[in-house]
């Protein structure tokens, strides 16, 4: 089993200006472990084929990954941010189950 350290991005949908709504990013490190690491190649369906990878990333979850584990948009693994599509509760951890690339908003640079 591989260990893991790396950020995970929660999005939380806030009114920037009045009728403009925009998920604003933060991310947290965290240990843990890769329990399942797999890729799936979709072919047919779109014309430049989707990567998608089916990896469960098990992390040691704090306060705020237990209560915010529902605004769970990212995961940064192998340098690129994935898509988590599933997260299971299994206190003190959380299953993060991964998905295709993300390509949505990140955290404004410092």
């Given at each position: ?56 990333i098990s ?6 990954a237990n ?21 299971e509760v ?21």
């Amino acid at each position: 089993m591989a260990r893991f350290f790396g950020n995970v991005g929660y999005g939380e949908t806030v009114e920037a200006t009045p009728g403009v709504w925009v998920d604003e990013i933060v991310e947290y490190s965290y240990y843990g472990d890769v329990l399942r690491n797999s890729r799936e190649l979709r072919e047919g369906q779109y014309l430049n084929d989707d990567l998608s990878v089916q990896n469960s990333i098990s992390i040691v979850a704090d306060q705020y990954a237990n209560e915010h584990f529902f605004a769970i948009r990212y995961v940064e693994w192998a340098g690129t941010l994935w898509t988590v599509d599933s997260v299971e509760v299994l206190i003190p951890r959380l299953l993060l189950r991964l998905g295709k690339v993300y390509n949505g908003p990140t955290p404004a640079a410092p």
